[in-house]
C-alpha cells in the first residue's frame, strides 16, 4: 500500500553537487522514520542517512559534513543533499521507510533506486 519513488539521480564531476528526492505515496501513516541506502557494486547495501517524524537526523560517517537529509515542504517528500561529492560515492542510491524504535531502523518499503555516478 506505500510507494516510494526516487529521482535526481545522474553524473556530476567530484566535488559537485546533486539533490535527491523521494516522494512517497498510499498508506504513509504506517512509517515512523524516512532513510537513504546506498549499495555500490561489489557491496552491502549501507544506511547513510535517516529521518524521524520529528525531524532527528542521522548519518553514516562516510557522509557526515557532506550530505543532509531532509523533509520537504510537500507532505510525504524526502530529500537528500549530497555535496563534495567523491568517486566513492558512486552507487545505486535508495530511499526506503519503516520504523525506529531505540534508536534501530527497520525497513518496511524500498524504492525502485536511482543510480548516482561521481566522475573524476
Known amino acids: 500500500q506505500v510507494q516510494l519513488v526516487e529521482s535526481g539521480g545522474g553524473l556530476v564531476q567530484a566535488g559537485g553537487s546533486l539533490r535527491l528526492s523521494c516522494a512517497a505515496s498510499g498508506s504513509v501513516f504506517s512509517i515512523n522514520t524516512m532513510a537513504w541506502y546506498r549499495q555500490a557494486p561489489m557491496k552491502q547495501r549501507e544506511l547513510i542517512a535517516t529521518?524521524?517524524?520529528?525531524?532527528?537526523?542521522n548519518y553514516a560517517d562516510s557522509v557526515k559534513g557532506r550530505f543532509a537529509i531532509s523533509r520537504g515542504n510537500a507532505k510525504n517528500t524526502v530529500y537528500l543533499q549530497m555535496d563534495s561529492l567523491k568517486p566513492e560515492d558512486t552507487a545505486v542510491y535508495y530511499c526506503?521507510?519503516?520504523?525506529?524504535?531505540?534508536?534501530?531502523?527497520?525497513?518496511?518499503?524500498w524504492g525502485q533506486g536511482t543510480q548516482v555516478t561521481v566522475s573524476s
Open positions: 526506503a521507510g519503516g520504523d525506529t524504535r531505540g534508536g534501530d531502523f527497520t525497513v518496511n518499503y
Open positions: 529521518i524521524s517524524s520529528g525531524g532527528r537526523t
